[in-house]
T-cell receptor, first 112, second 113 residues
Framework: EAQVTQNPRYLITVTGKKLTVTCSQN?????MSWYRQDPGLGLRQIYYSMNVEVTDKGDVPEGYKVSRKEKRNFPLILESPSPNQTSLYFC???????????FGSGTRLTVV | AQSVTQPDIHITVSEGASLELRCNYSYGATPYLFWYVQSPGQGLQLLLK??????LVQGIKGFEAEFKRSQSSFNLRKPSVHWSDAAEYFC???????????FGTGTRLTIIP
């Protein structure tokens, strides 16, 4: 089944403890992206990648890192999480911009 | 500046009634346009998209949307809603020049019997 898989689905962590949210797609898509969703703000792009080793900042990149060493994987790294990074995170991928993104099921992160 | 606006935060509709959700964008050219639906606790599912051609596009679950260039709008419609349509709906726009799909703030749809 064609899909974007994120792990974990739920995560509670403490301020300052490094964490990684994994994202993998099995559709051989070129483009991948991370979004965060907050009430009243919709989805905001954190980082995106147009291909292996090609990444760029979105609207809210502060406090996040990404890497794209393989086409299928696009992990999101929070080096030192803070409470304002408590949010619902989505990974998405697409073969081309006019196709529309396929989204993962989301990762709900709570930083205390 | 490029932007996407969904003016209605919350809409309540009776089951069987028609539905229209509004979406406006600010941009100097025609972007790629999308509607997504998010059911409670779920990810986002693509309903339909527009990037050229016929301005009335059909999507899944009986939804359609009409692109109006003169109004910079891409409104989502459904002739008769079902209780299962209760969800949050997001309009999204891909502006050329940056590799970014920009989302509106969403419209939450409630269906009453």
């Amino acid at each position: 089944e064609a899909q974007v898989t994120q792990n974990p689905r739920y995560l509670i962590t403490v301020t300052g403890k490094k964490l990684t949210v994994t994202c993998s797609q099995n559709m051989n898509h070129e483009y991948m992206s991370w979004y965060r969703q907050d009430p009243g703000l919709g989805l905001r792009q954190i980082y995106y990648s147009m291909n292996v080793e090609v990444t760029d900042k979105g609207d809210v990149p502060e406090g996040y890192k990404v890497s794209r060493k393989e086409k299928r994987n696009f992990p999101l790294i929070l080096e030192s999480p803070s409470p304002n990074q408590t949010s619902l995170y989505f990974c998405a991928s697409t073969q081309d911009r006019n196709y529309g993104y396929t989204f993962g099921s989301g990762t709900r992160l709570t930083v205390v | 500046a490029q932007s996407v606006t969904q003016p209605d935060i919350h809409i309540t509709v009776s089951e069987g009634a028609s539905l229209e959700l509004r979406c406006n964008y600010s941009y100097g050219a025609t972007p790629y346009l999308f509607w997504y639906v998010q059911s409670p606790g779920q990810g986002l599912q693509l309903l339909l998209k527009y990037f050229s051609g016929d301005t009335l596009v059909q999507g899944i679950k009986g939804f359609e949307a009409e692109f109006k260039r003169s109004q910079s709008s891409f409104n989502l419609r459904k002739p008769s809603v079902h209780w299962s349509d209760a969800a949050e709906y997001f309009c999204a726009v891909f502006f050329f020049g940056n590799e970014k799909l920009t989302f509106g703030t969403g419209t939450r749809l409630t269906i009453i019997p």
